[in-house]
């Protein structure tokens, strides 16, 4: 049996997919052509998705911790004896502590509608509990594109094919959007010139006509110097800056200092490369710039993204198909989460970047917290905080997850989630602008239960359950697609899609504005300019230091572009260094070695290449504790500082040294 569902993974594509049926057990995933931009094909991320759901690792009942924390020890139990045991505790804990006791902990292992922000957040805003800033990912970006254009949609795939120039800024999307790459190569075919922003030669990079190879966190001086060849040069489109924008003269200002010598000095990228990418950006229509998440991971973060977006407003780059910027498109859609059942209380907000900083020191104390859709355990900066956290003894801890995650090991009650192709959900993707129903392809493995359900039952048990919340699964989806703007809710519930505007495929500036509340551009909102404290646009140096001089980045890879099936077996995981780097340090391919700094010590083999700059050192972003020697991924060495604007994760602003492996100590397996 054939049957259609839609991927929810927090990836950009939105996959429509097909998957094969043989006597109710998943065959084979694969992709089909419901959805143009999926074309009949996939990730091998998701063919292997089967793995998950029949995997070893793959949780099929309730449990309760019966030995020391983070040893995975459990004893089954009922859902009945596991529920009740929860809504008991989270209760209490408001009665003893206050709500603000209880911390929900989430992100996107689910990216789905109806797997985050339904039940679950009913659930939390009547207990009053701590609100959670879900800023691991995409915050700086994020708080950049709504204070500068209001989330206007942006360039669709298919549009990078009439593009004669294209930026690729701090993403990879042969690792995360493997659906754009075609669309490149296309606009390749058609005579584009590709430039490629990465400290990586990634693929894509091998294959661009020109290659930035900036160290990590300098992108905001490349983008200012940028800015100032525009201004300067008389390439500012001046007349649409004064119609469609505010804010030119302080960035203008903010650029001037960024000579192209000056800021290649500081990227350490050949000044004439630099000059060239902004000589070409003045003098090339249409241009098109895909603003990625790899900029934004550091203590620049949101001046970077602001600097990288404002690009095509001052070039004048708007107006032409293949020409403007792509982003996330996830607020193309207009839709907001009205479909809440209780307004938010005015409690404390607790950024998800510190939760170990939280968990160890916060005031009130966390005494509750509920995770799911997440493993911070192997994904939050400052790992050894957030593990030393989980150990608390006083500190109840519910894990709903759908395999034994490294924070599934810390539970004192652990619940068994579905997997997306065991539950109803609703895909808003965010690369192409596109939005479908998610259906159950099988049963629910084991006693796995869905988010709605389970989230329902604790509403009731709680005592917290209004008469007109939704009941289950299918009411919570009725109750979302009821609420969705004009007829998206009507479209999706008649054929399982919605159609976009403009066919998914809007030019900016002549089918879609800015959507601030002037339509015009804010190239220097104020708001952002209050909360970035060194100010806006202005660059903080490289956190390096004698002592630890290498900078450590996390990127997305073929094999994990989040925690999310990390579980399966994957070839060894090593530090990527460059050949230069590594002699310098007495280290050869394969050579255990010993990454570290004064948070932590990360413990695996060596991997030279020269397709990594000097002085940046590779980690893949989203392993788990069972792929390094001593059982700590690089989070580990990865500060709980936040980004300038956003409150994003600095996993970029790790700094460390590099040794071969010689005594034992801190980096001891625990
Ligand atoms: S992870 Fe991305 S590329 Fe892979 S199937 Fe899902 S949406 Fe498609």
């Known amino acids: 049996m054939k049957a259609t569902t839609i991927c929810p993974l927090d990836c950009p594509d939105g996959c429509s997919l097909e998957v094969t049926v043989e006597d109710g057990r998943i065959a084979s995933i694969d992709g089909s052509h419901a959805n143009p931009v999926t074309d009949g094909y996939i990730c091998a991320k998701v063919r292997r998705f089967p793995e998950r759901v029949y995997g070893p690792d793959r949780l099929t009942y309730p449990a309760i911790r019966k030995g020391p924390k983070g040893r995975a020890s459990f004893q089954r139990v009922s859902w009945d004896e596991a529920l009740a045991t929860i809504a008991e505790r989270l209760v209490e804990t408001r009665r003893e502590f206050g709500g603000e006791a209880i911390l929900p902990y989430s992100y996107g292992g689910s990216n789905g509608m109806l797997t985050q922000d339904t039940s679950d957040a009913t659930l939390f805003r009547r207990l009053g509990a701590s609100r959670l800033a879900r800023t691991v990912c995409a915050a700086p970006t994020g708080a950049a594109n709504l204070a500068m254009y209001g989330k206007m ?20 999307p042969t690792a995360s959007g493997l659906h754009l790459v075609p669309h490149i190569r296309e606009a390749q075919r058609r005579g584009a010139t590709l430039v490629v922003v990465d400290p990586r030669t990634t693929a894509l990079a091998r294959q661009a006509d020109i290659h930035l190879t900036v160290r ?5 001086p490349v983008a200012l110097a940028i800015h100032r060849h525009l201004f300067e040069a008389g390439h500012a489109d001046e007349a649409f800056l004064h119609s ?15 000579t192209f010598e000056r800021a290649a000095a500081e990227a350490d990228v050949p000044v004439g490369t630099l000059r060239r990418v902004a000589e070409l950006y003045a003098s090339t229509r249409p241009a098109l710039i895909r603003c990625g998440y790899g900029q934004e991971r550091n203590r620049n973060g949101g001046s970077a993204s602001l600097a990288i977006l404002a690009l095509p407003a001052v070039g004048g780059k708007f107006g032409d198909r293949g020409g403007g910027y792509m982003m996330s498109n996830s607020a193309s859609w207009g839709i907001t989460n009205t479909w809440m059942g209780a307004a938010e209380p005015p409690t404390r907000t607790i950024n998800m970047n510190q939760l170990g900083r939280v968990l160890l020191e916060g005031q009130p104390p966390i005494k509750a917290l509920v995770v799911y859709n997440s493993n911070p355990a192997a994904t939050t900066p400052d790992q050894r905080r957030v593990l030393r956290g989980l150990e608390r003894e006083d500190l109840f801890t519910v894990v709903f997850e759908q395999v034994m995650t490294d924070t599934a090991r810390y539970a004192d009650v652990l619940l068994p989630n579905t997997t997306f192709l065991e539950a109803y959900d609703l895909v808003k993707s965010y690369g192409p602008w596109t939005l479908g129903l998610g259906r159950p392809v099988i049963e629910p493995i084991g006693e796995s239960r869905c988010n709605a359900d389970v989230f329902g039952e604790l509403l009731d048990l709680a005592g917290l359950r209004d008469a007109s919340d939704p009941r289950g699964e299918l009411e919570e989806m009725l109750n979302v697609l009821g609420r969705l703007p004009g007829t998206i809710g009507e479209e999706v519930r008649d054929s399982g899609t919605a159609k976009p505007p403009f066919d998914g495929r809007p030019i900016q500036f002549r089918d879609v504005y800015p959507r601030t509340s002037d339509q015009k551009i804010d190239l220097y909102p104020a708001a952002l300019a209050n909360e970035a404290t060194a100010g806006l646009y202005v660059y903080q140096p490289d956190p390096a230091t004698g002592e630890f001089p290498l900078a450590l980045i996390s990127p997305a890879s073929e094999k994990t572009i989040s925690s999310t099936l990390a579980e399966i077996p994957r070839p060894e995981v090593r530090l990527l260094m460059h050949p230069d780097d590594a002699a310098e340090r007495g280290i050869t391919e394969g050579d255990e070695i010993r990454v570290f700094n004064t948070l932590g010590e990360v413990r695996c083999k060596a991997a030279l290449g020269g397709w990594i700059r000097r002085g940046t050192v590779s980690l893949p972003k989203g392993i788990w504790r069972k792929h390094t020697a001593n059982g700590y991924t690089g989070t580990a060495l990865v500060p709980d500082t936040l ?6 994760a600095c996993f970029n602003d790790a700094r460390v040294q590099v040794s071969r492996q010689q005594a034992a100590g801190s980096g001891q397996r625990p």
Do not use: K, M
């Open 153 to 172: 949609p942006s360039v669709s795939y298919h549009d990078f094919a009439e593009a004669r120039l294209i930026i690729i800024w701090g993403a990879n």
């Open 216 to 220: 990590p966190g300098t992108d905001l």
């Open 244 to 258: 469609h924008a505010h804010g030119a003269e302080q960035l203008r200002e903010r650029a001037r200092a960024w």
């Open 643 to 648: 980004t300038d604007v956003g409150g994003g």
